[in-house]
């Protein structure tokens, strides 16, 4: 989880006063997550999700909830945060901006078929185009000049063979900075961790807190690093089934396909760099969820030693059949 900010019932019952939601239950902390605390909370008007933020600005949260205001109303499973009495859904709670949402129904999914990748694939390209409808504007967090500071950072936990590593990808990074890609409102951490299932349809899409303009492609590429990989190796069953689905809402472009390689590389290199970055960080609380860095530089590995998987070898249509 992540529990950074402790709260007290008293402070629970305090905060719930200002909306129309009920009394409170009880409550519990959430052991997923890594940015923000979040607590479950029953009351006798249902269950809800609250969340204090650790870091981002009230400046920065209002266009999200703006923007998950558009997606629920384009029909996509979205958080949905509560208004108090005055119809504020930004309050404050132990010193933080704080949120309820409604608890949305189902459960992330450990070990997804390539069916489920296929639902995340169209799914996400229905998010692409709703969001690519309105105007939301942030700078990527974790572009590749980010990913340069953070591996400035966390040098002192890497071998030289690592740094080596790095200093190569980011070198050849660089030559796809300026490319001619489709670009637009991206999820940037569509993890299975952050999408919950219910009969095997997708019944809520969570964490929109990275949510950047950027490739399309990349987020891609981040969802097929985490949904079809399983250890180091990414299964083509399910990436062909996540693009398929991906496919049936907006066909890629020719370069999308070719430069796919390049960007599940970019994807594997910046969550190598941000693991290691929130170990050095040392963030600490109740509660805090450790994500192994080691995982993503065996698939950055592994994808800049996988020969099907160069840009070279990808011919364009059709795309599953091309690896
Ligand atoms: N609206 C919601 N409905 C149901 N569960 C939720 C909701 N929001 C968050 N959660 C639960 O809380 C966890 C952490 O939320 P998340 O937004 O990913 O946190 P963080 O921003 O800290 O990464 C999720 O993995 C999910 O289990
Ligand atoms: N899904 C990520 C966690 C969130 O990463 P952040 O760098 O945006 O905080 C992971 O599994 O590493």
Known sequence: MSVYTRITTAQLQRF?????????IDFSGIENGVENTNYRLHTDRGQFILTLFEELADTQIEPIFALLSHLRRRGLSVPHPQADRKGAPLLKLNDKSAALFSCLPGQSLVKPTPNHCYEIGRQLALLHIYAGQFEFRRRNPKNLSACQTLFDDCKALLSDQEIQTIVA????????????????VIHADLFRDNVLFEHG????????????NDFLLLDIAIAINDWCRRQSVINKQKMTGLLQGYQSIRPLESLERQLLPVFLRRAALRFWLSRLKHRTDGKNGDLTQHKDPAEFRLLL???????????????????PAAL
């Open 169 to 184: 990808e980011l070198a050849f990074q660089r030559g796809y900075e300026e490319v001619e890609l489709p670009n637009g």
């Open 201 to 212: 349809r997708v019944s809520g899409i969570l964490d929109f807190y990275a949510c950047c």
């Open 16 to 24: 719930l006063q200002y909306y129309d939601l009920g009394a409170l």
């Open 301 to 319: 590995e592994q994808h800049r030693s996988q020969p099907t998987l160069s840009a070279s070898s990808v011919s364009p249509m059709p795309w």
